[in-house]
């Protein structure tokens, strides 16, 4: 048997550049969660530059210019956001420490209270059973609790140091200068440093990878914002109107993460809230938090045509395994990083994808 040594090797080099792809956006990721600030310096720089190519079009500015005006601007809107929201942040956690035991003891009373009315006997369950059930629930709600906990004590922790605080958004409003207004200067150094074909097949990757996962990210973005500015106003208006909603911000952000995540939505988070408030006797709150609910889903089916222009391509049992991936490999954050690799990697191996993967490895 006479073995085609040409073949595997074309075969292993397939393999191995898939390997390097792979290893190489898993570096990437570390190194964007290791130079954050200059990652959403790069973001917001994105978001302004249409508002800077309107400043610079409209007036007789120059583009550096057009970018100090519109830099002023938004960091003083940006200032202010971010005082107000950790002012307001480390109240409502606080306060939430304060009560949690409270609410974790209300929590195991109203699960007493159900298992109580519940009649085991007429349902042939068996006491063991019964007991299993009932210890797994108290579980449930000391792990999360736990996990409530451990997370409001780090952002109150991360919130009360200022120091730490200032020093990013200073590095990340310094990066955004630079990158606004010395964005040609950038591009015309890296083309100076890399050679000429690395940077047609960068350059041809990387406005490949905008088209497809930037306008995938600002499309999320602003759908999003929008559910969470909706239910910020929805949940103030309710509490300014009498109903016991102690932490509006937190809860907004709260739902605004989880209508982040794809597949789920913003009910993921309001109908249980909805129907806890109904058990335990607040009928009023539950139906004031399913209304705010309709009239965000509304909203958002209204924005989302106009917003998003295409769809990503992927099915969504393939997003939620990437979902799934990700909170497995780095937990509650990784369900949203997880569909982003997946779309990345959609984007890099198109070729390949199209052909079939087994095929563009493994065909001669």
């Not at 200059?38 to 500015?61: G, Y």
Request: charged share 15%; net charge positive.
């Amino acid at each position: 048997m006479v073995i085609d040594m040409g073949y595997w090797t074309k075969v292993a080099k397939r393999i191995i550049v898939l390997i390097i792809s792979i290893i190489g956006i898993y570096l990437a990721f570390k190194l964007a969660v290791f130079y954050m600030p200059f990652l959403i310096a790069f973001i917001i720089s994105l978001l302004i530059e249409p508002l800077i190519k309107f400043v610079n079009k409209r007036t007789s500015l120059t583009r550096k210019t057009s970018a100090i005006v519109v830099l002023v601007i938004v960091s003083v809107l940006l200032i202010a956001l971010i005082v107000w929201g950790i002012t307001v942040l480390i109240q409502e956690t606080t306060n939430l420490l304060q009560s949690l035991n409270q609410y974790i003891e209300m929590a195991y009373n109203q699960i007493q209270n159900v298992i109580q009315n519940i009649n085991f006997e007429k349902l042939k369950i068996p006491v063991e059973v019964t007991g299993i059930i009932q210890n797994s629930l108290w579980d449930f709600i000391g792990t999360v609790s736990a996990w409530v906990k451990n997370f409001l004590t780090s952002m109150m922790n991360f919130l009360t140091e200022i120091p730490t605080i200032a020093i990013y958004v200073g590095i990340c409003f310094v990066a955004i200068y630079f990158i606004c207004t010395d964005k040609l200067y950038m591009i015309d150094q890296l083309e100076h440093h890399l050679p000429r074909e690395w940077v047609k097949r960068i350059g041809k990757h990387i406005r490949e990878l905008i088209a497809s996962l930037g306008a995938y990210l600002k499309a999320e973005m602003t759908l999003v914002l929008i559910s969470f500015i909706v239910s910020l106003i929805g949940l103030y208006i309710l509490k300014f109107s009498g109903f016991h909603i102690s932490y509006p911000l937190l809860a907004a952000l709260a739902i605004g993460f989880v209508d982040a995540l794809p597949i789920l939505g913003s009910g993921t988070a309001m109908i249980p809230w909805a129907v806890i408030s109904a058990a335990s006797g607040d009928i009023s709150l539950a139906i004031a938090i399913l209304v705010l609910w309709i009239i965000m889903s509304v909203v958002r089916q209204f924005a989302e045509p106009r917003v998003v222009s295409h769809h990503i391509g992927i099915h969504p049992i393939f997003t939620l395994i990437a979902m799934y991936t990700g909170f497995k490999a780095i937990g509650v954050l990784g369900m949203f990083i997880g569909p982003i690799v997946l779309i990345i990697l959609k984007n890099i191996f198109s070729t390949m994808i199209d052909k079939g993967v087994g095929k563009a490895i493994f065909d001669r």
